[in-house]
DNA sequence: TTGTATGCAAAGCGTTTGCAGTGAT
DNA sequence: ATCACTGCAAACGCTTTGCATACAA
């Protein structure tokens, strides 16, 4: 059965705080402010923990090392802007999902990212579009 | 510049075949057959030369290392068996991909993974299922 | 002949594990 | 008093790199 420990309360802390999925090096840094001496191992340890417990989530970006996130956050994906890399919750869902794979496959789950431009660099290109356009109508 | 070589014809050949992404792994297997005595590191450098070319894809899934296939292979997913650990392409596309996000947010580019049982591990586990009933109903 | 490509082995790096000691129950 | 949890360091698996050699060009 499990226990209550410092280290845990620790690791749980920084994941709550952090309102963004973390990598386990940065779970150590900010766990460290609670809990001095913390190692990586024990990190390692309680997030496989939680994440069996269904407490935490693991999530990998394409290319990226595994990051931790909460999982009493609703189902959602995540959308990355191209230009500034922040990535972004997605609350809603493609309806047909499990139509696209050929017959005799079974679908139980899927993970979905976006790429594009969230509204403020989409703003901004705009606008930078815009600021061309006009000074080549002063030529 | 780039040299004609029986190993990098061997990994090209192997990726074509293949149909599927493949492990680093695979492809030294893979590629083995025809390019004896072929070494991992080779396979690696390889990998990374062709990915820079834009011949060849890298796509990582979560939790599992990356994988590699030709990138002149139309739009498409990939389907992980959560049984036997194998990677499908999946040909469809759902349809509504830009409607998921809030406005402002304009898509680009999307990658999704489905997950699931494969045709193959979907029947032997029916298969074991149907065996425990025939068990049972012995007893 | 030149210099990229190769194979091997060693090094890197993130992650996991063995072990003796710690501490929650 | 248990026995799960911890920290450390060693081990691990995948990937990269240093180096001497092989072989396209």
Partial sequence: MERHTRQ??????ALARAGRPLLPQEVLTA?????????????????????????VRKISLP????RF???????????QCLRCLRVFD??????????LVPSGFVVEDH???????????ALSERLAVKRVQAERRQE
């Fill in 63 to 66: 290319g990226e090392n595994p």
């Fill in 8 to 13: 845990r309360a620790a690791i749980r802390d």
């Fill in 69 to 79: 996130e909460r999982s009493d956050l609703p189902h959602h994906h995540h959308f």
């Fill in 90 to 99: 997605v609350h809603n869902c493609p309806s047909d999902i499990s139509r």
């Fill in 31 to 55: 766990a460290q402010a609670t809990a001095p001496g913390l190692g990586i191992a024990t990190v390692y340890r309680a997030l496989k923990a939680m994440v069996e417990e269904g407490e």
């Fill in 111 to 121: 993970e979905l990212t976006l790429y594009g431009r969230c509204p403020e660099c």
